[in-house]
């Protein structure tokens, strides 16, 4: 299982700088690849080709960039565009956002998102790939060629569902997860979008899961400050669904929580489901929660 660094946006005169700071320290500290949000804050591809491209030898992603209200032949133009500015080292991951974002924000339907990833992906994966893209879907349409550099990138899908699971599975190269735990992801994320690659003749796909940890000697405190911070991720359906298969009431229970020897088994026991890439989110405790990471970062 690799290692991953949650990146983090702070409330600093030169956001660009910090993240290039945390992206150096990131690949000096052993990590293999770097993520960054997209939320509401930083653009997450500008973010990365900008403070990312003096960085060499870190693979640097976003986790993720809604496909709402891009068109996926422009994603596919700005992604390879920053895949170029960063010698090829970014790793696409896009989601579906949520209803509440999506509709209530930003006025867009979120009728049958299914649907809507499914014809994303199928203008977006080969014309990231500079393939001629001729396509006409129920919502989708593209008729186009991109001459950008930068060809050539995994794209990863925030699948959480079996529908996603066995569509990312299909045509992407793997799923960014959140707010999910061992047991689901044992028992429902690996084993879906596994068989759907296989079916599909395609290399095992990467399971990049990100969650939050803290070392500390007092749990208890540890989970309620997690259930504070995250506490949103409890109410929005996707996530409370995975977290529901867990057996989880709150975003706490499912945080890696406790002393240096209980986070190191809870990481093992993540591996031991399927995990590919692990992506630590230090939301406390930092200075310690970090030297784990980076010592298990190390092997």
Not at 44 to 56: E, F
Not at 154 to 177: E, F, H, I, Q
Not at 212 to 221: E, F, L, M, N
């Amino acid at each position: 299982m690799r290692y991953g660094f949650f990146l983090s946006e702070r409330n600093v005169d030169d956001p660009i700088g910090d993240l290039r700071d945390q992206i150096a320290g990131a690949a000096r500290d052993g990590f293999t690849s770097a993520w960054l949000s997209n939320i509401f804050g930083l653009d997450a591809l500008t973010a990365l080709a900008a403070a990312g491209g003096q960085v060499p030898g870190i693979e640097l992603g976003t986790a993720v960039v809604p496909t709402y209200p891009r068109h996926p032949a422009a994603l596919a133009q700005q992604a390879m565009t920053v895949n170029a500015a960063l010698g090829g080292r970014l790793a696409l991951g896009i989601g579906l956002s949520h209803k509440v974002v999506i509709e209530d924000m930003y006025g867009y339907s979120f009728d049958r998102p299914g649907r809507h990833m499914k014809e994303y992906l199928d203008i977006l994966i080969p014309a990231s790939r500079g393939e001629q893209v001729r396509y006409e879907g129920e919502t989708l349409k593209a008729d186009i060629r991109l001459g950008t550099p930068g060809a050539g990138f995994p794209v990863l899908v925030a699948a959480l569902g079996p529908r996603m699971l066995r569509l990312a599975g299909t045509v992407a190269d793997g799923t960014v997860l959140w707010m999910t735990g061992p047991k689901t992801i044992a028992e429902h994320i690996a084993p879906t979008i596994k068989a759907a690659a296989a079916e599909a003749g395609r290399e095992p796909p990467r399971i990049v899961c990100a969650l939050p940890v803290c070392v500390t000697d007092d749990p208890a405190a540890a989970v309620a400050r997690a259930n504070e911070i995250f506490e949103t991720y409890g109410r929005l359906p996707s996530y409370r669904a995975m977290l529901d298969r867990e057996g989880a009431a709150t975003p706490g229970d499912v945080a890696i929580v406790g002393d240096e020897d209980t986070v190191l088994a809870k990481l093992d026991e993540l591996k031991q489901a399927g995990v590919t890439d692990f992506v630590g989110s230090a939301y406390s405790g930092r200075e310690r929660t970090l030297n784990l990471l980076i010592g298990a970062a190390k092997g």
